[in-house]
């Protein structure tokens, strides 16, 4: 927090609370679930990421809010809100959530989708040949794995795993007048939780734990059951690492409080809705949780399992059809990259375009003799990523320097990111496991090589990850370059990562936490400088989210003295736009699409000089504070124009466009009389074929501009 914030005075009325906004996102990820002109295998791809959505909501902010509560911290946020009144409006507003989530389920979707062949059946619609049968799958395949655990004075309640599916049950006592005996069995997580009955059509399925639920008198021989429920568990998986003296080996202890993850406390209980008072209050105490963490659901527990479902063969018809991605660059031209490079810089839209051409700078590098080091950052990669694969080829190879700084704090993916960090490093490569206290989220890979003008930089730069499957989903930009000054920055960014160094004086980038929050204050305070001259003066940007209050109060400042701001914030705005006296000139707008709006853009008017600039960082405390981040520039007027595009169109969709409104609400944006309909990421793909077809009639890749009111 800066000085200027500790003696600010509150103004609550300016400000949204950072958890609701959020909830208003996962709401607006809702709509799209319920949107009745949306294919039904969309519609449930959405409903699925509401329910994950949640999942890591409550793991992670809620939380850290009981965790204040605890603590007895009552001091109000920026919106006057304690974290306990936070609490009981983020519970009000989440039990609401799940009500609409799981009645869309319930009456829509899912009959839907069996309408098309699609069926999740009871075990007790199956006929009575396909129960036999599937008791004998029971007893061949799933009994071995269960362990029925009975719950008494002895024998404590277990250590359930996060998000783990789990039977709770009822057994009759052994003494009459006393209470019925507890017990629990765990759905065992490696096996497919939806289940084919033999001899039902390809698409029907049952669910794992109503299999197990309807054999449970086999698990517990000789008792009277007395009711069954089926139960899940969301923990606290906050971590908190000492930064303070030794701790050893920091990868060893970050494996430890992975484990104490697996113990943590009890957020959240889902719970069948027709679980008895009795049942339920069992459960409660064992668990630790208040009336207001149960969460009664009325339908599938865990969505996850139907994601599956929105892939399957033959069902074109109740699907979006793909858009695959546009290689606008010649595969030729990137056999040798680094001689486009030398010629022109490339900046990559995806998923709109294709995200080859940067692993093929990857794995190019690692296979030509003149490149001396490779120096990457990897916050999040998939599995079998090609792009590890290369650097740990050029690794093994032995005669490249390969550096790679490897985020093991990347909330989810630690476990992941741990085994091929340590691959990396059997390969040779020299891996560094972040920097204590800040997570590494800048995307950059370097590449030093030896040509025939001498010693040479060429750098790729992004707003997303280098994971190859999320390129497929999540908008990003991705910029590659031989400038020699970023290549120098370039340098120097690593430098101070993997020694003992000065935090950089960079030429062209900016770099949190050093200097991006002043640099993005100071290009802020211009436009509004400008605008008090008398100047045309303006503002765009598009983040995933809007929550530090230093920008926030700067954009303010800016919007009374003229500045034109309009914002593109995908989720978390705690700007209230608007405003009277306050954000008259600023509007927000919110798209939620097939793709996941995720680059990050910042365009300042500059009194005609325009500059933009493209981050890994959001206008949050966290990435501008306690992240290490990179922004960096678009210089070329023809990339520049290709950037401005994509945001202008940002503003012109009617099809799925949110407003905010200063109240909080948001509204739908829709054709006017005799308007067509423009929705943004449709556009965005058609402009990429527009323009591969330009390429191809010898035109060059060119970019159409977009009023888009500037």
Not at 354 to 378: G, M, N, W
Request: hydrophobic share 40%.
């Amino acid at each position: 927090m800066s000085p200027a914030a500790k003696t600010r005075k509150k103004e609550p009325e300016l400000f949204f609370n950072r958890e609701l906004s959020w909830l208003a996102f996962n709401g607006r990820v809702l709509e799209e679930a319920m949107d009745t002109s949306s294919p039904l295998l969309e519609r449930l791809k959405f409903a699925v990421i509401v329910a994950s959505n949640l999942d890591e909501f409550f793991m992670v902010r809620v939380a850290a809010l009981k965790h204040d509560v605890d603590e007895g911290d009552t001091a109000p946020d920026s919106a006057g809100l304690t974290p306990g009144q936070q609490l009981t409006a983020i519970s009000q507003r989440a039990h609401e959530m799940v009500e609409r989530l799981y009645k869309g389920i319930a009456d829509e979707i899912l009959p839907g989708l069996a309408t098309h062949g699609i069926r999740m059946l009871p075990v007790g619609d199956l006929d009575t040949a396909q129960r036999s049968l599937l008791g004998r799958y029971f007893a061949d395949e799933v009994h071995p794995a269960l362990t029925p655990l009975a719950i008494d004075v002895s024998r404590p309640f277990p250590h359930l795993a996060s998000l783990s599916l789990n039977l709770a049950l009822l057994l009759s006592p052994p003494t009459e007048g006393e209470p019925p005996r507890l017990a629990v069995v765990q759905v065992p997580g490696r096996l497919p939780r939806l289940v084919r009955p033999p001899g039902a059509d390809g698409n029907t399925y049952v669910f794992l734990e109503d299999v197990i639920r309807a054999e449970l008198p086999t698990l517990f021989p000789g008792q009277t059951l007395l009711e069954s429920t089926v139960f899940r568990i969301s923990r606290d998986a906050e971590m908190e690492l000492d930064d303070e003296g030794d701790t050893g080996n920091y990868l060893e202890v970050l494996e430890e409080e992975l484990r104490k993850r697996r113990r943590s406390r009890t957020v959240r209980l889902e719970v069948d809705a027709g679980v008895s008072d009795t049942l339920l209050a069992r459960l409660t105490e064992r668990l630790g949780v208040d009336a207001d963490d149960v969460y009664r659901m009325r339908g599938p527990m865990d969505l996850r399992a139907l994601a599956g479902l929105v892939e399957l063969p033959s069902l074109e018809h109740i699907r979006d059809a793909p858009w695959k991605p546009v290689a606008l660059l010649d595969p030729a031209d990137m056999e040798d990259p680094f001689a486009v490079l030398d010629q022109r810089d490339i900046l990559i839209h995806q998923p709109y375009e294709s995200f080859d051409p940067v692993v093929q700078f990857v794995a190019r590098a690692a296979e030509d003799p003149d490149v001396l080091a490779i120096k990457q950052t990897l916050y999040r990669a998939s599995g079998d990523s090609p792009i590890v694969q290369a650097l740990a080829r050029a690794a093994d190879q032995g005669r490249k320097q390969v550096t790679v700084l490897v985020e093991l704090m990347a909330r989810f993916d630690e476990q992941s990111n741990i085994r091929w960090a340590r691959e990396l490093e059997e390969s040779g490569a020299h891996v560094i496991y972040g920097i204590r206290g800040y997570k590494t989220h800048a995307k950059i890979c370097l590449v030093v090589r030896r040509g025939r003008q001498g010693i040479r930089r060429y750098v790729h730069l992004g707003t997303g990850n280098y994971n190859e499957r999320t390129a497929r989903i999540y908008t990003d930009f991705g910029l590659m370059t031989a400038d020699q000054d970023i290549g120098e920055d370039a340098s120097a960014f690593f430098n101070a990562l993997t020694g003992y160094s000065d935090p950089p004086r960079m030429k062209k980038l900016a770099m949190a936490p050093t200097t991006l929050r002043d640099r993005f204050l100071r290009l802020i305070e211009r436009e509004r400088r400008r605008a008090e001259a008398g100047q045309a003066a303006e503002i765009r940007a598009k983040m995933n989210s809007l929550v530090d209050e230093d920008v926030i109060r700067a954009l303010y400042d800016a919007s009374r003295a003229g500045v034109k701001i309009r914002l593109n914030v995908r989720g978390i705005c705690c700007l209230r736009p608007g405003l009277k006296g306050a954000s008259e000139t600023i509007e927000v707008v919110s798209i939620v699409d097939r793709f996941l709006e995720h680059a990050r853009v910042f365009y300042f008017r500059n009194g005609g000089d325009e500059e933009i600039y493209l981050a890994s960082a959001d206008w949050m405390p966290r990435n501008l504070d306690r992240r290490i981040e990179l922004m960096f520039p678009v210089e070329s007027k023809e990339l520049q124009q290709k950037v401005m595009s994509a945001l202008d169109s940002m503003f012109l969709d009617n099809v799925k466009s949110r407003w905010l409104q200063p109240d909080g609400s948001y509204k739908r944006r829709k054709p006017g009389k005799g308007e067509e309909p423009f929705r943004v990421q449709l556009h965005l793909y058609r402009e990429a074929q527009r323009a591969l077809e330009r390429a191809r009639a010898g035109a060059g890749i060119t970019f159409e501009p977009l009023d888009g009111g500037r």
